[in-house]
């Protein structure tokens, strides 16, 4: 599994949350597109490679458009990047994903297409459904049922989960989470809170973003696995927005930054 993947669900994560709760509060959820800027982070020191090629620089871009369909939150996503290592070779890395989610936190279907240098190298399709646990069957490509923990929430629960906490709780929570990113396992996710806001320098954000945003750190472990698959650090507000990612890697860490975003008209009125 390209470990790039892992980003979607992370945004997804950040963006989702139940219709109800939309209206019952001033900070509702909004539908936008947005653009984020994605670069190396040339500050993390390297490691020694023991001779074996390195990480030297990556760019590119992560696109993500995001709106309520009226009856689920829609999210269609892709992110582009180019990396070139330390013996000057490329690998341009083109990754699709979409995830349709009902309000009711009960159903959701998703889409995964991995491309390395224009081929595809991996292409996912499923769907999931909550009853007394969480069925989860893969349609392409092939068909397969598995069964997780009762416990194990939809990117939905998870959203409405951390934003209650922000600027209310501090310390360290987990919750299993099933995203599609990696389609044959669920997540384990780690998050660390703290009460500190802050005020983004963005003269291009939508007076409709309300400008305050929390700092927290995520750590994602595939199922019971003891090592993080990438640890995260993104600036998010009650409305879900994100204005910068921070990943890393145990072998390097990128960084997206929020570049433009524009507000979607609502439909469901």
Not at 126 to 153: A, Q
Request: glycine share 4%; hydrophobic share 35%.
């Amino acid at each position: 599994m390209n470990k790039f993947v892992i980003i979607f669900g992370v945004v997804i994560s950040f963006m989702v949350m139940k219709k109800k709760d939309v209206f019952a509060k001033p900070d509702k959820l909004l539908s936008y597109q947005s653009v984020y800027e994605i670069t190396l982070d040339k500050q993390r020191d390297i490691k020694n490679t023991f001779g074996q090629p390195y990480i030297k620089d990556a760019n590119g871009e992560l696109l993500i458009d995001w709106f309520d369909d009226c009856s689920a939150w829609v999210s269609n996503q892709r992110m582009y990047i180019s990396f070139i290592n330390s013996s000057g070779i490329g690998t341009i890395s083109d990754i699709n994903y979409s995830l349709n989610e009902n309000y009711e936190n009960l159903e959701m279907n998703f889409a995964l297409q991995v491309k390395e240098n224009n081929i595809v190298v991996e292409q996912f399709r499923g769907s999931g459904k909550k009853k007394k646990n969480v069925t989860i069957n893969l349609l392409s490509p092939t068909e397969k049922s598995m069964v997780f923990p009762k416990d194990t929430l939809f990117p939905h629960e998870h959203l409405k989960s951390l934003i209650a906490k922000l600027g209310k709780k501090t310390g360290i929570y987990s919750n299993k989470v099933y995203e599609g990113t990696i389609p044959n396992n669920y997540m384990n996710i780690s998050t660390f809170f703290n009460n500190n806001s802050i005020i983004e320098d963005l003269p291009t954000l939508p007076k409709e973003v309300i400008n305050k945003f929390w700092k927290i750190r995520m750590a994602y472990y595939k199922e019971d696995n003891q090592t993080p698959e990438m640890e995260l650090t993104a600036n998010i507000n009650k409305q879900g927005v994100v204005s910068f990612f921070k990943y890393d890697y145990p072998e390097y860490t990128i960084i997206a930054r929020l570049k433009k975003l524009q507000i979607s008209r609502n439909i469901c009125k």
